[in-house]
């Protein structure tokens, strides 16, 4: 461990509503690294500024440990980095900016992670095979798409209102080597159950005409990405036909395990030895969650 202090902090607009803060600062007193993580207020217009003077900012770069990125800087940070990963590189976006000792910026995206966690927590095993059905086709979803991937599920179909906002993500499915397709979103109760898990990334109250429709029968693990209000009429529902759910907290806390370990990295000497199951546990409280 060192003395020096290093500096994290979650970035995107608007941001005082982040729940990041409170579990990063959790898991980081439990194991007493010196990070301090804070909030930035930064718009897409204000972001190649704020990254260009990183330096005057934090005294170096060599002091950031990295950054949690939100809306709407997801998209727009990728071509200020340094170097990606080959995630970041298929799916054009990324959550995570970690900064290494020479103060070089790298982009990784844990949302895939907080997604794959999020669903396994619900009761997904993964290697089943099958498809993934998403509501939605942004940013989030995109994400989706590639935990899909890393689950072993062969497609994804894509629920959405408008078939041509759909493309990108579509790409993104091809990029992972998924077959894909794109449906109307009102289709989705009659198929919900054809799928091996479901993730709704749509605004708050954009699914409840959905909830009412759904099939009082056997559901597969659903995420729903919205944490307030929770839960949602889709969640309700899903819970009241006996199948398992996970919310947008538990994503957001499965995301933040992977974003403190790529944090802690050039920090912790013995990185291998953190116990993260206990350390997870610190961050779920800060979100008052239990973490299975």
């Not at 440990?65 to 590189?89: C, E, I, N, Q």
């Not at 056997?218 to 969640?235: E, N, R, S």
């Not at 013995?270 to 206990?278: A, L, S």
Request: charged letters at 15%.
């Amino acid at each position: 461990m060192t003395d020096r202090k290093y500096h994290a902090a979650v970035l995107g607009s608007p941001i005082g509503h982040s729940k990041s803060p409170a579990m990063h600062q959790a898991v980081y007193r439990y194991l007493a690294v010196p990070i301090d993580y804070d909030r930035y207020e930064v718009t897409e217009e204000q972001a190649p500024v704020f990254f260009a003077t990183l330096a005057q900012r934090f005294g170096s770069r060599r002091q950031l440990a990295g950054f949690s990125v939100t809306m709407p800087l997801k998209g727009v940070l990728v071509a200020h980095m340094d170097h990606v990963s080959s995630r970041v590189k298929r799916l054009g976006v990324l959550n995570t900016v970690v900064f290494d000792d020479d103060g070089a910026a790298h982009g990784y995206n844990t949302d895939v992670d907080g997604v794959r966690l999020a669903l396994a927590q619900a009761g997904f095993t993964s290697g089943q095979g099958g498809s993934m059905g998403i509501l939605g086709a942004g940013g989030t979803a995109t994400a989706a798409v590639a935990a899909a991937a890393d689950m072993g599920l062969t497609k994804v179909v894509l629920y959405v209102r408008n078939r041509q906002r759909a493309q990108d993500a579509v790409q993104v499915a091809q990029n992972f080597g998924l077959q894909v397709q794109v449906a109307l979103l009102e289709t989705f109760a009659d198929k919900a159950a054809d799928h091996a898990a479901v993730v709704a990334t749509l605004p708050a109250y954009a699914t409840d005409a959905l909830a009412a429709e759904l099939p009082q029968t056997q559901l597969p693990p659903l995420l729903d990405v919205i944490y307030d209000p929770w839960p949602t009429a889709l969640a309700s529902a899903w819970l009241k036909a006996g199948a398992q759910v996970a919310s947008g907290l538990d994503m957001l806390l499965y995301q933040g395990v992977e974003q403190a370990k790529l944090f802690t990295q050039k920090i912790v000497v013995n990185p291998e030895t953190i116990d993260w199951d206990t350390a997870t546990q610190h961050m779920a409280a800060a979100l008052a969650l239990e973490a299975s």
